[in-house]
């Protein structure tokens, strides 16, 4: 049997419609976690699975299931590829969206050619992966397999107040017609395809990156504690002041976690200070740290070594450190790795083995279900930002690799 072509204008068209979407006047995409544009995007995408005579359902976490089950197919497990429809609020138009057009594109490619199946086909949008507006990321996939009960996260708030629990009803009921699948199905394997979100691949000048797994992090939240004071009667010496605290602990931590490999990857991505005032000497900082690594034993051992040197670098200052979101460092399973080697070398594409920095869906479909991830290379590197770009070729070959490893893993006897 001939393989099948992709339709490249239906899948570069498709993209560019999808990036109107939560469309930033800077060029870049604000379609955060259950908005109006993130359900805007749900229904447009459910309208092209109708389109392509696929299943359409959800679950509870808001994740969006598009399957195309060939006659005979119906009662095994799925394969399935899929990403996210959520972007960062200054996101790019390729981050998630490329995995979910991608998939669907796959798959249509695969019903329009005819290709006898043993599984049914699946494309998926996990629901909020970001965790940008509600926290935790990942949201859709870790209850998916189980990591989380979404009842246990529906208090949680965005910054404005809004209750995750109100957010997702809202973003389900604009999709009314959807039947709801109460739970998770085990899967015969899952693939998914993404932007680098690094510089690598296109260094290397290579087209497909086969990512052997995905690094492990922690998110911690400091709250640096001293004492309010009068910006200009109070002596240096009888402050307390939580400011200058965090900005030592800051610098030592920044210190500490430098290494020579660059196998750690160590990040203060928000601040605040309070009482907020320029005049007055804060009395509570508050900052995040986001760490990154290959090894579990490290992390563990990272947040009681923050915590001590929080301590010691905060005085006369006290600190206390909390753990929000913990991703255990993943590997992906070896014959789905050998799959898309074996499926980007037949497609004639040079392949590099690459080790995923950014957390993904696919780390936690790992932990249940056999999974692997194919990257594609991304301008310069540039990924949750407006200048988010790939080229053409690249966002071509992706899924041309990816529809024939869901081919051959879905013609598979397993
Ligand atoms: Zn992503």
Same mark, same amino acid.
């Given at each position: !049997?001939?393989?099948?072509?992709?339709?490249?204008?239906?899948?570069?068209? $498709? @993209?560019?419609?999808?990036?109107?979407?939560?469309?930033?006047?800077?060029?870049?995409? /604000?379609?955060?976690?259950?908005?109006?544009? +993130?359900?805007?995007?749900?229904?447009?995408?459910?309208?092209?699975?109708? +389109?392509?005579?696929? %299943?359409?359902?959800?679950?509870?976490?808001?994740?969006?299931?598009? &399957? %195309?089950?060939?006659?005979?197919?119906?009662?095994?497990?799925?394969? !399935?590829?899929?990403?996210? @429809? +959520?972007?960062?609020?200054?996101?790019?138009?390729?981050?998630?969206?490329?995995?979910?057009?991608?998939? *669907?594109?796959? =798959?249509?490619?695969?019903?329009?050619?005819?290709?006898?199946?043993?599984?049914?086909?699946?494309?998926?949008?996990?629901?909020?992966?970001?965790?940008?507006?509600? @926290?935790?990321?990942?949201?859709?996939?870790?209850?998916?397999?189980?990591?989380?009960? =979404?009842?246990?996260?529906?208090?949680?708030?965005?910054?404005?107040? =809004? $209750?995750?629990? /109100?957010?997702?009803?809202?973003?389900?009921?604009?999709?009314?017609?959807?039947?709801?699948?109460?739970?998770? &199905?085990?899967?015969?394997?899952?693939?998914?395809?993404?932007?680098?979100?690094?510089?690598?691949?296109?260094?290397?000048? *290579?087209?497909?990156?086969?990512?052997?797994?995905?690094?492990? %992090?922690?998110? !911690?939240?400091?709250?640096?504690?001293? $004492?309010?004071?009068?910006?200009?009667?109070?002596?240096?010496?009888?402050?307390? /002041?939580?400011?200058?605290?965090?900005?030592?602990?800051?610098?030592?931590?920044?210190?500490?976690?430098?290494? /020579?490999?660059?196998?750690?990857?160590?990040?203060?991505? $928000?601040?605040?200070?309070?009482?907020?005032?320029?005049?007055?000497?804060?009395?509570?900082?508050?900052?995040?740290?986001?760490?990154?690594?290959?090894?579990?034993?490290?992390?563990?051992?990272?947040?009681?070594?923050?915590?001590?040197?929080?301590?010691? #670098?905060?005085?006369?200052?006290?600190?206390?450190?909390?753990?929000?979101?913990?991703?255990?460092?993943?590997?992906?399973?070896?014959?789905?790795?050998?799959? *898309?080697?074996?499926?980007?070398?037949?497609?004639?594409?040079?392949?590099?083995?690459?080790?995923?920095?950014?957390?993904?869906?696919?780390?936690?479909?790992?932990?249940?279900?056999?999974?692997?991830?194919?990257?594609?290379?991304?301008?310069?590197? *540039?990924?949750?930002?407006?200048?988010?770009?790939?080229?053409?070729?690249?966002?071509?070959?992706?899924?041309?690799?990816?529809?024939?490893? @869901?081919?051959?893993?879905?013609?598979? #006897?397993?």
């Amino acid at each position: !049997m001939t393989d099948c072509i992709i339709n490249a204008n239906r899948l570069i068209g $498709r @993209l560019q419609e999808l990036a109107t979407i939560g469309q930033r006047p800077d060029g870049g995409l /604000d379609r955060q976690a259950f908005s109006a544009e +993130d359900s805007e995007a749900r229904r447009l995408v459910v309208a092209w699975a109708r +389109d392509a005579g696929f %299943y359409s359902a959800s679950d509870s976490a808001g994740n969006l299931f598009l &399957r %195309y089950a060939p006659e005979g197919t119906e009662n095994e497990q799925p394969v !399935m590829s899929g990403s996210h @429809l +959520d972007t960062q609020p200054v996101g790019g138009w390729l981050d998630g969206a490329y995995g979910v057009v991608g998939a *669907i594109e796959a =798959i249509l490619c695969l019903k329009e050619n005819g290709t006898r199946l043993k599984h049914p086909v699946e494309a998926v949008a996990w629901s909020n992966e970001e965790g940008s507006r509600f @926290l935790p990321g990942m949201l859709g996939s870790a209850s998916y397999v189980r990591h989380l009960k =979404i009842d246990d996260v529906l208090g949680n708030l965005d910054a404005g107040d =809004i $209750r995750l629990g /109100d957010a997702l009803s809202v973003f389900l009921k604009a999709t009314p017609e959807l039947p709801m699948h109460s739970t998770s &199905r085990p899967l015969a394997g899952y693939v998914e395809l993404h932007i680098e979100q690094g510089p690598v691949l296109e260094a290397a000048g *290579i087209p497909i990156g086969v990512v052997s797994g995905v690094q492990g %992090y922690r998110v !911690m939240e400091v709250v640096i504690r001293g $004492r309010a004071a009068h910006a200009g009667t109070t002596p240096a010496k009888m402050r307390q /002041d939580a400011m200058i605290g965090a900005v030592n602990v800051i610098r030592a931590l920044s210190e500490y976690f430098q290494d /020579d490999e660059d196998n750690t990857r160590f990040t203060v991505g $928000r601040i605040t200070a309070l009482p907020g005032s320029p005049s007055t000497v804060p009395d509570l900082v508050t900052f995040t740290i986001d760490i990154r690594h290959q090894e579990k034993g490290f992390l563990d051992q990272a947040f009681s070594t923050i915590e001590n040197m929080a301590n010691l #670098h905060s005085r006369p200052c006290r600190a206390t450190v909390e753990l929000l979101e913990i991703l255990e460092p993943v590997q992906f399973n070896p014959t789905i790795i050998e799959v *898309i080697d074996n499926c980007a070398l037949h497609k004639g594409y040079k392949t590099l083995r690459i080790l995923s920095g950014a957390g993904h869906d696919a780390a936690l479909l790992a932990t249940r279900y056999p999974a692997g991830m194919i990257f594609v290379p991304c301008e310069n590197g *540039i990924s949750h930002h407006p200048d988010e770009n790939a080229t053409t070729e690249d966002l071509i070959a992706g899924v041309e690799v990816l529809t024939y490893c @869901l081919k051959q893993l879905a013609m598979a #006897h397993n």
